[in-house]
């Protein structure tokens, strides 16, 4: 069975459990004998190696993980917070338009009852040019 151009990279970064800094030395070994007939994999093996067995380097590698994964999480927060405001913003928005569709339609009953624009007016404490828009629209 063939297996996909993919397989190797994979396999090689599956072959450590970074939460208990152990490596599978079967996917190891195994990665290695890949390693032998494709040139690519064997250099990034080396350099992984190389990586992980310098303190130097492997305390940069570390602090440049964290770097990004604090920059992850601060554009998770940032999206987060801008959708709330977002929802916010929408929020009032809709509670506007509700309450003038509600006066709207308040106006649009009194009149059918026969009640006349300056007694809408008067009992709703607005002017009779306000009441005649909200009819009209």
Do not use: C
Request: charged fraction near 40%; proline fraction near 2%; aromatic fraction near 6%.
């Amino acid at each position: 069975m063939k297996q996909s151009p993919e397989w190797p990279w994979l396999t090689m970064l599956s072959a450590v459990d970074s939460r208990t800094k152990r490596m599978d030395e079967e996917m190891f070994r195994e990665l290695e004998g890949i390693a032998m007939t494709e040139q690519e994999i064997l250099e990034a093996l080396e350099e992984w190696q190389s990586l992980s067995v310098d303190p130097e380097n492997r305390y940069a590698y570390e602090m440049r993980l964290k770097w990004l994964l604090d920059q992850l999480s601060n554009i998770r927060s940032s999206r987060e917070e801008g959708r709330q405001e977002g929802l916010k913003e929408g929020l009032k928005e809709g509670l506007k338009k509700g309450r003038e569709e509600g006066i709207k339609e308040t106006i649009r009953k009194m009149s059918e009852k026969g009640m006349s624009i300056a007694h809408i007016a008067n009992i709703l404490d607005m002017t009779e040019e306000d009441v005649r828009e909200r009819l009209g629209d």
